[in-house]
């Protein structure tokens, strides 16, 4: 009688399945069979995971040396030029008339500066992102902070007070508005690249274990052959154990290798490229402060501790003070005397800004103000002349520290090309040397 389909003595395509392979099992042929099956399977989910994970951590590195630092770099550019167009621009105020070509002109570079390093944020920043939206609200204060400058500019020209009125509301939009756009701006995508750094340096365990897994499966194997046949090489096998090595060594070396890479050009690349951005950007600060402290004329005040202060020196000071110490920062953190002679050389500068600013603020304050106009912005013995020595220095040791970084960064990256062809294609042949072998031991039996 045929039994009722779905009825209890149907077994199941799996049930069957089980059942000849605990019957293959009992022969030698059938259990070298499985044992090659598992041995070739092992080899090659040993191959795919240390292609997947090696491919994985170079795409991130990738994006460290290509995309993130150099975003990062750039917005602290977005930063700098902003804050150098206001200090500019500040600066021809104060000369009125008398304001020089190549003040107007390094207005001009730092506004297409910023102009340009926002159509670059803006093509590499994620739809929807919070980027896109500050980029976007940077664009549209750009021209609106050009225009108040303009007219600063024209009413100075013409001797009306209400430019100096204009000049602050277009230093008050950029202190206000635009500056901590662009920190933010600045702040995300240095989360953007640590986050890429975190991606490269993980240990690819999962590749690694199953590696040294597959070693010890074929060990065995090579032991059992010798104890069932006194031969003490199988050639199959010994290709797929030394295919299988090769890849494990080119995993745990190459990786150790661009790790060790990756974190110097974290510990003496990024790390001194943060402080120096911070410290030129207290410097622009400290001088847009200098500047505005004239052009009020002591309008702007603040209350500290129950003392008033010029809002302008006050913040100054401050700005001096943050400079100071990114520049002993920037010091120690420099490993070579091409990272630190320009950052001694800025530590040197900014003391002899800080004597001259004090002879100026000392001359303001007795109402002398043309004297003390012709320290902060005269031709010979000014204070511009220590910012911009400040400045160049500084621009000198970030030079410096951006190659340091693009060499080790593309060291560790280097150190890991090839490998997940190369993991990929060794496992190939481990597996078909692990079958081989097998098959070696199954053509006794025919």
């Not at 970030?398 to 960064?409: D, M, N, P």
Request: glycine content about 10%; overall charge neutral.
């Amino acid at each position: 009688m045929v039994a009722a389909v779905g009825s209890p003595d149907r077994r199941s395509a799996f049930a069957e399945g089980a059942e000849r392979v605990r019957a293959a099992a009992t022969t030698e042929p059938g259990r070298l069979r499985i044992i090659g099956a598992l041995l070739a399977l092992l080899v090659l989910v040993f191959g795919a995971v240390t292609a997947w994970q090696t491919s994985e951590r170079a795409a991130a590195a990738d994006d460290v040396l290509h995309r993130s630092q150099p975003l990062s770099s750039g917005a602290a550019g977005i930063y700098r030029a902003l804050a150098d167009a206001n200090t500019t621009a500040s600066s021809g105020f104060l000369a009125g008339g008398q304001e020089t070509a190549a003040s107007r002109d390094r207005y001009e570079k730092d506004i297409r500066s910023a102009a340009g390093g926002l159509v670059t944020a803006a093509a590499n920043a994620e739809p929807g992102s919070a980027s896109e939206a500050t980029i976007a609200k940077l664009n549209r204060l750009l021209p609106e902070y050009k225009g108040l400058i303009e007219r600063a500019r024209t009413y100075n020209r013409q001797g009306y007070p209400v430019g100096g009125a204009y000049l602050r509301y277009a230093n008050e939009k950029m202190q206000y508005e635009m500056l901590p756009a662009a920190e933010d701006l600045y702040t995300t995508e240095n989360q953007r690249l640590d986050a890429d750094y975190a991606d490269t340096t993980p240990y690819p365990w999962a590749a690694i274990a199953l590696g040294l897994l597959a070693l010890a499966a074929l060990g065995w194997a090579q032991h059992r052959t010798y104890r069932r046949t006194n031969r003490v090489l199988n050639h199959g096998l010994v290709t797929g154990t030394a295919a299988t090595t090769v890849v494990l060594l080119w995993l745990v070396v190459g990786h150790a290798v661009a790790r060790a890479d990756l974190n110097r050009s974290y510990d003496h690349g990024i790390r001194s490229l943060g402080v120096l951005h911070d410290a030129r950007i207290a410097s622009l600060k400290a001088r847009g402060n200098e500047n505005l402290s004239l052009v009020s004329r002591g309008a702007q005040t603040i209350t500290v501790g129950g003392e008033t202060y010029d809002a302008y020196y006050y913040a100054f000071d401050k700005d001096m003070a943050v400079l100071g110490k990114g520049l002993t920062e920037a010091e120690t953190l420099a490993d070579d005397p091409a990272g630190s002679t320009p950052v001694k050389a800025a530590q040197g500068n900014m003391a002899v800004w800080k004597q001259r600013h004090a002879s100026a603020r000392s001359e303001d304050e007795n109402g002398n103000y043309q004297q003390a106009l012709d320290k902060v912005i005269g031709t010979k013995g000014a204070t511009g002349e220590c910012f911009d020595s400040v400045d160049a220095n500084l621009a000198r040791a970030i030079g410096h520290e951006q190659t340091e970084f693009q060499r080790a960064a593309g060291s560790g990256r280097s150190a890991m090309t090839g490998l997940s062809q190369g993991a990929a294609g060794l496992a190939l042949l481990g597996a078909a040397g692990a079958v081989a072998g097998i098959g070696r031991r199954l053509s006794e039996y025919r």
